[in-house]
């Protein structure tokens, strides 16, 4: 199965109808929050066109839309040309572009197997600069065919799967002139020798020596942009094999669009402000509180209890179970002889940064600055104003003290 319209991918048709349940209740957001509304449906229409428009003019040239495009600059090219031949050469020159092409290779750095073959992607990079197209076919080929075998169990290279396997995923590359469609004359056989040249990634002709006069920048072009669409592809194919998260009922919805209208107002009412030791109200400051007991329990070597004040932006990094032990490895050798906390200073709702002076055993007194973050019962970032969550610290290493 493909998609006739990029319109029709399950994420555009589920997106749609989130907007539509939304502008059913857009009376009650606030008239900017509308506006928004209004300039997000536009955007997600033009998007699905861009993309539709593209196919229509190169989609018969066997070219696929992938992620690592840039949208505005395909759509530039659509804009200024009717004709494909002008098209296809203005799309080329975006691979030419020596940015471009470095940023599409960094994205497939999110896959192992392609991480392990980037030596071979970069020598293709440099080949198809130096004009050496021939050379840089041959690598992205290997490497396609080396990356699509180690995606599942069954070990089978991108020459040896079906339009289908290519095909249904929730992905631009899923138009019905996309990938499913370049697979088909990728695998064509080609056993007849062709001397004239060519300008399609024939992968069968090429390995097998039956197509002779492919070394041209419309190929090798075309071997980047199946590289790229593969990369869409075994991101879709992960995606779709990951178990969904419960969707959010529409009640759900409109409750956090209230929520977020509260949170607004909170926020619009905040004044930041700075405490300093011995001010009214300084060691009453929930913030003081926490930091003085991090440093309390540093001092009395307690290095779990000093794991427990840690953000949960550092614990989802390092693991729940590994902090105790990455704590006291890092603290253990530094003992604490004696702390001051000097200020509180509440730069916005959520972030304290706080000024502390430490005498650490065989070094001098140093003052440094600790940045906290309120965060609720569920780990993430609240409004102080609120007042349901507790401080928790972001720059926790030992090596904030000592430099």
Not at 29 to 42: F, I, M, S, W, Y
Request: hydrophobic share 40%; aromatic share 10%; with cysteine.
């Amino acid at each position: 199965m493909t998609y006739n319209s990029v319109h029709d991918l399950p994420s555009f048709v589920e997106l749609s109808n989130q907007l539509n349940a939304l502008k059913l209740v857009s009376i009650f957001l606030p008239p900017d929050e509308r506006t928004k509304l209004k300039q997000l449906e536009a955007q997600i229409k033009e998007l699905g066109d861009t993309v539709d428009n593209f196919y229509t003019l190169l989609g018969d040239r066997h070219w696929i839309f992938h992620d690592s495009l840039n949208v505005e600059k395909v759509r530039g090219i659509l804009a200024h040309n009717t004709s494909a031949e002008d098209a296809e050469r203005q799309f080329i020159a975006l691979y030419t572009d020596p940015e471009f092409l470095d940023f599409a290779i960094m994205r497939c750095n999110r896959f192992e197997a392609l991480r392990k073959r980037m030596r071979l992607i970069e020598k293709a990079r440099d080949d198809y600069f130096a004009e050496r197209y021939y050379a840089c076919i041959f690598l992205l080929l290997s490497v396609a065919d080396g990356f699509v075998n180690e995606l599942d169990s069954e070990h089978r290279g991108l020459h040896t799967r079906s339009e289908e396997e290519l095909g249904a995923w929730d992905s631009p590359i899923s138009h019905h002139k996309g990938i499913a469609n370049v697979h088909r004359t990728f695998l064509k056989t080609i056993s007849v020798t062709r001397t004239e040249p060519v300008y399609e990634l024939y992968r069968n002709g090429i390995m097998h020596g039956t197509v002779l006069d492919f070394d041209n920048i419309v190929v090798a072009s075309k071997a980047w942009n199946m590289l790229f669409a593969v990369v869409d592809w075994a991101t879709a194919k992960k995606k779709a094999e990951m178990p969904k998260p419960p969707q959010k009922s529409f009640r759900e919805t409109i409750h956090q669009m209230i929520e977020t209208e509260k949170d607004k107002k909170l926020l619009g009412e905040w004044s930041s402000y700075v405490l300093h030791a011995g001010e009214p109200g300084f060691e009453d400051d929930p913030a003081f509180v926490a930091c003085t007991a991090y440093l309390a329990a540093w001092k009395a070597k307690n290095y779990g209890k000093m794991s427990k004040f840690l953000s949960n932006m550092v614990v989802a990094y390092h693991r729940e179970n590994a902090m105790p032990k990455r704590v006291s490895d890092d603290y253990k050798p530094h003992a604490l002889e004696e702390f001051e906390v000097l200020s509180l200073n509440h730069e916005t709702a959520s972030v304290c940064n706080i000024e502390v002076k430490t005498k650490i055993a065989s070094r001098k007194e140093h003052i440094a600055t600790l940045r906290w973050l309120y965060e609720d019962k569920n780990g993430k970032v609240t409004l102080l104003s609120k007042g349901d969550g507790e401080w928790k610290l972001l720059t926790w290493g030992v090596a904030f003290f000592l430099n």
